[in-house]
C-alpha cells in the first residue's frame, strides 16, 4: 500500500450554519459550497477544494450526531500571512485567543475561536 497523508477530509461541528459559513466565508475569504451528506443525516458545506491536490479538503457540518467546541483537535487553514485572516477574526464574530506566533523553521501560526466555539488555527510561512 502506499503512503497516504495523515488528514483526508476534515469536518467542523457546528449549531448555527449561517452564522458559521458567514464567519469563514469572512474570515478566509472563500465561498462555501453546498455538498450532499451520503447518510442524509448532516447538512454540509464545503471549504473550496481540489481533491486531486495536495493537502485535505472540508466542510462545516450540522449533525445530531457531533457537537462543535474546543477539545483536542484543530485544524489549521493554510494563508500565505496568517495576520491577514487573524485579523478578520475579531470583526467576523470570532475570537483570537493566540495571536501570530513563530513556530521557528515552520513558519506562523494564529489560534482562534469560530462563532461555534471551535478552536482553529491559521498557519503560514510568513
Known sequence: MSKMNAVGWFDIYVDDMDRAVAFYQTVMDCTLEPIGDPTGESRMMSFPADMSAYGAGGALTKSAHASPGAGGTIVYFSAKDCAVEEA???????????????????????????TEGNLFGISSMA
Open 88 to 114: 478578520r477574526v475579531t470583526d467576523a464574530g470570532g475570537k483570537v485567543v493566540r495571536p501570530k506566533f513563530s513556530i521557528g523553521e515552520y513558519g506562523w501560526v494564529s489560534l482562534c475561536q469560530d
